[in-house]
């Protein structure tokens, strides 16, 4: 089982960036997958989380409305578009999946103002 990250950089406030996350070794189609990031001396914390056909999704409040979570199951694949970024978005993004309890190695996304 292995998730990949892509897409971080560095944009400034306001900005936007797409997230990829390509999963490999189990069956992509049939699991919710979830985005997470940590924050320099911050705990790990939940960003997003996309049901297994995409019909749900929710997030932490503090992105709601900028930032949007989607799959293509064809591609297995699952991307986070992160929009009206601020400068406490910082971190570095995960994605994961629970069941294999499986971490991607993060991207970077640095916000500056």
């Known amino acids: 089982v292995q998730l990949v990250e892509s897409g971080g950089g560095l944009v400034q406030a306001g900005g936007s960036l797409r997230l990829s996350c390509s999963a490999s070794g189990f069956t992509f189609s049939s699991y919710t997958m979830r985005w997470f990031r940590q924050a320099p001396g911050k705990e790990r914390e939940f960003v997003a989380a996309i049901s297994s056909l995409g019909s749900l999704v929710n997030y932490t409040d503090s992105v709601k409305g900028r930032f949007t979570i989607s799959r293509d199951n064809a591609k297995n694949t699952v991307y986070l578009q992160m929009n009206s970024l601020k400068p406490e978005d910082t971190a570095i993004y995960y994605c994961?999946?629970?069941?294999?309890?499986?971490w991607g190695q993060g991207t970077q996304v640095t916000v500056s103002s």
């Open positions: 994961y999946n629970q069941p294999y309890d499986t």
